[in-house]
């Protein structure tokens, strides 16, 4: 979704993330062991999302709304989706637009496009950290999706690779009934069940709005 506003995705070829190792930015070890590296990443990461902008297929799903009780539930962590109006939106891997401390993970802020420093700290003393699910860490709002996604008439899946659990193991919640489709320009064939649109988000996902929308009017 967000690659078509310039924000590179965590999971390039090489295997890096602007440059980065995984490793080395997005797990509980990296924090641990440098967290003026992570932070220092993260507030980058930050300032670019305050300078990208919604593409049309942000603006399409906010659209649909106008039809369809819509819930967006994504692995990214900026927030293109809200500022392109979708009022309903669950981020399974957090929000970079938000610290947490790291002695209470409920204690959560939001910080906007400020940076995180060293010695910025919660109200109990403990520093704050990015509000971010990193590798190897808990994902909170793993059973909020399915519920969502075992509830839905349609599912929409957009570009993703469907290779990181467990979010991948989502769309498995869906019931038998549920129309199913997979916005994806890089799928090289449709998972079962599924309409593949083998079309870029930004092109694919207007086109299946008007469809959704035409078949509501007809």
């Known amino acids: 979704m967000s690659a078509e506003s310039g924000l590179k ?10 440059q980065h190792r995984i490793e080395d930015v997005a ?3 990296a924090w641990n062991k440098n967290q003026k590296l992570v932070l220092d990443f993260y507030n980058l990461r930050r300032r670019q999302v305050a300078a990208a902008q919604p593409n049309p297929a942000h603006s399409a799903i906010a659209g649909l709304q106008k039809h369809f009780d819509t819930v967006v539930i994504t692995q990214n962590i900026d927030d293109l989706h809200e500022r392109a109006g979708s009022e309903n939106v669950l981020h399974l891997h957090g929000e970079i637009t938000k610290a947490r401390s790291t002695l209470n993970p409920y204690l959560i802020y939001q910080i906007g496009e400020r ?8 109200e109990l003393g403990s520093q704050l950290r990015p509000h971010i699910v990193w590798f190897g860490e808990f994902v909170p709002e793993l ?8 509830d839905a008439d349609i599912l929409i899946v957009i570009g993703t690779s ?9 769309i498995h919640e869906a019931k038998p009934d549920c129309r199913k489709f997979l916005v994806d320009v890089k799928a090289n064939s449709a998972v079962y069940g599924f309409t ?18 035409q078949e509501v009017n007809s």
Do not use: H, N
């Open 9 to 18: 995705t965590f999971r390039d070829k090489d295997g890096l993330w602007e």
């Open 27 to 29: 797990t509980p070890e």
């Open 115 to 122: 940076d995180i420093l060293p010695g910025d700290y919660c």
């Open 143 to 150: 059973d909020s999706a399915a519920e969502i996604i075992s």
């Open 162 to 170: 469907l290779a990181v659990y467990p979010a991948a193991g989502l």
């Open 196 to 213: 593949l649109i083998q079309k870029a988000a930004g092109i694919g996902v207007p086109e299946l709005q008007s469809m959704l929308e």
